[in-house]
């Protein structure tokens, strides 16, 4: 019986793949996609403010205020701001970490510094937040360090922190692609007679562009849809995510929420289109 | 490579102040859980285990943490399952909208986690909860392996393409039917990459929290949830501090594992 069944399979080849599908299909393309889609739609519906209520007639209000509020505009630039800090610090910390774990540490010294380096992306999120809260609280190691000058909580507190979060996903894709690049290049350059920054300029740098793009898809992306991190060391900083999780909770206006949400996303599908022409989407 | 001593100095700084960077807020934690000063001064003022008998008998703490294994290992079981179909469907089939289903399986994580979030969750206030089945840990689990297919079909996906189908033809054309083919040859081949895929789902899960906000009913607290709860409470500072070290310490657990599993799967295809 069994073995029919197999024989059978065997045979049609559509069946089969029906069988693997049916189930991931249904779970993704119906109701994550559905979900999403629903959540697009309600974009342009509006919430009646006495009763509460969804009103669901198709209308453009939302995007209106999202484009002629002031405090969204200034939002939405201080969040893409605070990215694309986040996406420089990153660069700057991994770029010199990168190049030593690539061109100058011995391979056992390097199969150590790869583990080094990965070993955070496992400790959790929240964690890593909160001991940057304690550091930079009142008394805490950054006041203690900096003799009373610490950052404080503030959107100074948040870059640093996102930064410090999405670090390893910066140097990785650097380190695969200065492995990449052979040492003899190097060497070429120097016997031109080139000096150290002459070959970083011309060598290296071009050599590494795509695989900054591509780490900054990571870090700049994961800063743009952040909200946790802004409430633990932000202070009263906000960016779009917290202003997408209060338009659910306190003000319960999921349509204007969801409307705040396309923002990232939007802003997201232009960089990737933009950053598609560099070839960094092959490094990923 | 030949670099001038100064070079390679100022390469050698920037790695230990990296590595500085990494590590000395995760020590700052260790030490804190230690730490005598309630509000964490710093340098602490002297040392105590008491904010750890604290914690051991706090018993949110340890609801917390088993809601967050059952989330845990509810997402990587059902990850496991449609990621793995999803990867022998796109490695075996030629289909139309093979390329989308790819970008479809990474979507649920490329999105950001409040996107994910409140989409699952108006999607099952406006379908399941009238159906009478209300946000709570099933929801949880839902929405967090929504996003965790992604990991174990990239796993699975990644051992099949690089197995030879000569396996699998030898194993038919010596009589062997799909299923037997299946259970002694392909199966074999790509449990480490289950169980890495695994691994990985179960870690997402385990560190969730934007999801896990939206999909959560009220009565549900994972340890994330939990953690964020207690942050903002002076007064559940240090048991939030000695959970944190925990988890810091308990990370190396995973990273212990994949080392192996490396190091295993190495040495079986050299």
């Known amino acids: 019986m069994v073995r029919r069944l197999a024989a059978w399979l065997h045979t049609h080849a559509r069946v089969r793949l029906a069988a693997l599908l049916a189930a991931p299909l249904l779970w993704l393309a119906g109701a994550y996609l559905g979900a999403l889609a629903v959540l697009l739609v309600s974009a342009f519906w509006t919430v009646n403010t006495f009763t509460g209520e969804l009103v669901q007639q198709p209308t453009l209000v939302n995007f209106q205020a999202l484009l002629q509020g002031e405090v969204y505009r200034t939002v939405a630039f201080r969040t893409v701001a605070t990215a694309a800090a986040v996406t420089i610090v990153d660069a700057l910390i991994a770029l010199p970490m990168a190049f030593f774990m690539a061109k100058v540490a011995r391979p056992r010294a390097r199969t150590w510094l790869i583990i080094a380096v990965l070993t955070p992306l496992w400790a959790s999120y929240l964690v890593k937040a909160y001991a940057w809260r304690v550091i930079l609280g009142g008394g805490g190691l950054a006041d203690w360090m900096s003799a009373g000058h610490s950052p404080g909580y503030g959107l100074t507190a948040t870059v640093l922190v996102l930064a410090y979060l999405w670090l390893p996903y910066m140097i990785l894709p650097i380190y695969a692609g200065l492995e990449r690049l052979p040492d003899s290049h190097l060497e070429a350059s120097a016997d031109l007679g080139a000096r150290a920054a002459r070959t970083f300029r011309s060598v290296v740098l071009p050599a590494v562009v795509p695989s900054i793009i591509a780490g900054s898809i990571f870090t700049f992306s994961l800063s743009l849809g952040d909200y946790i991190t802004v409430q633990i060391v932000g202070g009263r900083t906000q960016l779009i995510g917290n202003l997408v999780y209060v338009n659910i909770g306190a003000a319960n206006n999921l349509p204007f929420a969801a409307a705040l949400a396309t923002v990232p996303v939007v802003i997201m599908i232009g960089y990737l289109v933009a950053v598609r022409r560099s070839g960094a989407l092959e490094e990923l | ?270």
């Open chain 2, 1 to 270: 490579v030949i670099l001038s001593p100064m070079a390679k100095w100022c390469l050698r700084l920037g790695m230990a102040l990296g590595l500085a960077f990494i590590y000395v807020p995760l020590a700052v934690v260790l030490v804190n859980s230690f730490n005598a000063d309630r509000t964490f001064g710093w340098p602490p003022p002297g040392f105590t285990v008491k904010w750890w008998q604290a914690a051991w008998d706090s018993s949110g703490v340890r609801a917390a943490l088993w809601t967050s294994v059952q989330a845990g290992l509810g997402a990587a079981a059902i990850a496991l399952v449609l990621g793995s179909l999803v990867a022998f469907a796109v490695h075996r089939h030629r289909f139309f909208g093979r390329q989308a289903l790819s970008l479809l399986v990474v979507l649920p994580i490329a999105l950001p986690g409040i996107v994910t979030g409140i989409a699952l969750d108006s999607a099952w206030r406006s379908v399941i909860a009238p159906l009478g089945l209300g946000k709570g840990l099933f929801s949880v689990i839902v929405g967090h392996a929504t996003f965790c297919v992604v990991v174990v079909y990239n796993n699975v996906l990644a051992r099949l393409r690089r197995t030879a189908p000569s396996l699998e033809e030898a194993s038919a054309d010596l009589g062997a039917d799909t299923f037997q083919t299946f259970r002694h040859i392909t199966f074999p081949l790509v449990r480490s990459a289950l169980f890495a895929g695994g691994l990985l789902a179960f870690a997402l899960s385990f560190d969730e929290i934007v999801v896990t906000t939206f999909t959560a009913g009220p009565s549900v607290q994972t340890l994330p949830i939990w953690i964020f709860n207690n942050l903002f409470r002076p007064n559940q500072a240090p048991v939030v501090n000695v959970v944190a070290a925990v988890l810091i310490v308990l990370s190396v657990i995973p990273i212990y594992l994949a080392q192996r599993l490396s190091s295993d799967s190495a040495t079986t295809h050299r």
